[in-house]
């Protein structure tokens, strides 16, 4: 298990604040670019960094991440193409790093060679919204030998009871989705979102971050009261999409990551 | 098809295919965002009851006779077989099924058991249209709302059935990413299900997704199967010798195919060569793919060495998906049913051959099956009996086949 993750957030909560945890898209608009945005999240003050592995059927993202995943693919990103660009910046970010992708291609890549390559990129962690505990012991069993973090998702939809099932597949900090719904659409913090937050929180044992339509400063300030993190992404994807030019990207990013990170305290 | 090659020991009986996770061998399982999990459990233990209770159980059946035309006819296509010198063949007729094909089958049995579970809308996906004509259908018999994701592609090719669908009072919701069909269709009613997951029950439309449902599918179309070992009983008295159905994500073929299993009997599914195997335009995933995990199951996927997902071919908008039901997967590994595929032209060629022989138009997904059994049967001695699955009617095709006929001539 990876200590970066655990470490990040244990240092945003001796300042008093949730941890920021913005996402983006790799590949997007090219690798070079996202090496940039990454250091640019990271100059921001990010605590940890959520990097996308580009899938061509992302079924649980929302129209801003398709649009992303696609471009990302059209440019010609590859799975091993984002881990040697995150390998590139070994040393020069200082937020541990996660990779988000679906199953299909830590599959294909192979199990153990996936885990192996993204610990030697200087990646502390996984998720893979697609794999449930019922179906993850392989994939347990290979990223804890690599020493690489298993981040679950708790969902609205899931019922108390089983939560412990995601906990013991979880490491570094438990995913929670704030809605029923896809990535970016919108959020609605009702009194028994709230109290779903607090019960997963509570059951934890590992810091909770809440992501799934944070998009302003004043949403992310909301919930830093009711989780140790929170994560941002299709709101800075949409940036990158929208940018005129890799420069206007960085500057667009950099300036929303410090606005949301300066919401959390 | 000799019949020595009739049966292969199976690893466990096929009736207590899949295990409690939903797995059929290495296939299949449960790969979805966690915000499904609870409302998987929750149908998987919502349809093992329906399987038991006797009352749905009738009813479903009253529905399949009276509304939806069961049982179908199993018509021996003489002429056919005459102008092939070779085996007899038997046609089980879904075609004569209300809504035009196999699809109402599964449609109903969801539809019943979607109400018995208290959820008030219902979504799915379709390629061809026939299995969102026939869902479409089931909702308004059951007074449910309905609405169908459909790729703007297949929407184009298959006019006719988005607009039965509208006046079916469904709605019918155009999606425009990736390759425009059935794919596609697939991931945008998983991520309406996602949002709407609680009040909201999605038909699937084939034996693929997350589990129950390759099993609840298989399970609703097996009456196919079933009606038909009867039926050839009764009429030839003997069991085929061979079973053929087309496949694209494995409905029909499940459905005909279940009931034989541990009979003495061959069985081939037919996939979409489209323009080949040879090119990148096809819709094999059992002869051209590798397994991998798309839409909820473990499947033999059509997919690049990234694993990213390849956009299928066909001309059969029904066939055109990139992945084969995890049951099949399993039956092919274990060599139970061989797997072959047949081009665009042959399908479309056997299309016309049905019409003008016996006057019957098949859907241009079933004209895949009947490629491959024109060139099987005629090597087949004149008393051995094929039997193959018409799964749909071809009225909905007949555009298109004018169009690449005109196109390729």
Known sequence: MSQAIAQAFAAARQAGRAAFI??????????????????????????VIEVGIPFSDPMADG???????????????????VLEMLAGLRGRIKAPLVVMTYYNPVLNLGLEAFAQRAVQAGVSGAIVPDLPPEEAAPWLKAARAAGLDTIFMAAPTTPPER??????????FLYYVSMTGVTGAGLNLAPEVLAGIRT??????????????????????????VADGVIVGSALVKLVLEAASPELAVQAVGGLARELRAALG | MPRSEASSPAPRAWHDQPDAGGHFGPYGGRFVPETLMPALEELAAAYEAARRDQAFQAELGDLLEHYAGRATPLY???????????????????????????????????VLLAKKMGKKRIIAETGAGQHGVATATAAALMGLTCAVYMGTLDMERQALNVTRMRMLGSTVEPVTSGSCSLKDAVNQAIR????????????????IGPHPYPLMVRDFQAVIGQEARAQILARAGRLPDLLMACVGAGSNAMGLFHAFLDDPVAMIGVEAAGHG?????????????????????HLYLLQDEHGQVHEAHS???????????????????VGRVQYTAVTDAQAVAAFQELARVEGIIPALESSHALAQAFVTAAAMPRDAILLLCLSGRGDKDVASVAAYLEKNS
Not at chain 1, 163 to 172: A, I, Q, T
Not at chain 2, 192 to 207: A, E, K, L
Not at chain 2, 277 to 297: E, I
Request: aromatic letters at 4%; proline letters at 6%; glycine letters at 14%.
């Open chain 2, 277 to 297: 195997l040879d090119t990148s335009q096809h819709a094999a995933s059992l002869g051209a793919g590798r397994p991998g995990v798309l839409h909820g199951c």
């Open chain 2, 192 to 207: 309406d299900w996602v949002t709407n997951v609680r009040t909201t029950h999605y038909i699937m439309g084939s034996v």
């Open chain 1, 63 to 81: 129209p801003v991440i398709q649009e992303a995943s696609k471009r990302a693919l059209d440019a010609g990103a590859t799975p091993v193409g």
């Open chain 2, 76 to 110: 021996e296509a003489k002429r056919l077989s005459e102008k092939l010198g070779g085996a007899r063949i038997f046609l089980k007729r879904e075609d004569l099924t209300h809504t035009g094909a196999h699809k109402i089958n599964n449609a109903l049995g969801q």
């Open chain 1, 22 to 47: 913005p996402f983006l898209s790799g590949g997007l608009p090219d690798m070079a670019t996202t090496a940039r945005l990454l250091t640019e999240l990271d100059q921001a003050g990010a605590d």
């Open chain 2, 315 to 333: 001309i059969a908008a029904g066939l055109d998906y990139p992945g084969v039901g995890p049951e099949h997967g399993l039956l092919k590994d």
């Open chain 1, 163 to 172: 939560l412990p099932r995601l906990l013991e597949c979880c490491s570094g």
């Open chain 1, 200 to 225: 997963a929180r509570a059951a934890a044992g590992l810091p909770l971050a809440v992501g799934f339509g944070v998009a302003q400063p004043s949403q992310a300030a909301a919930l830093a009261g």
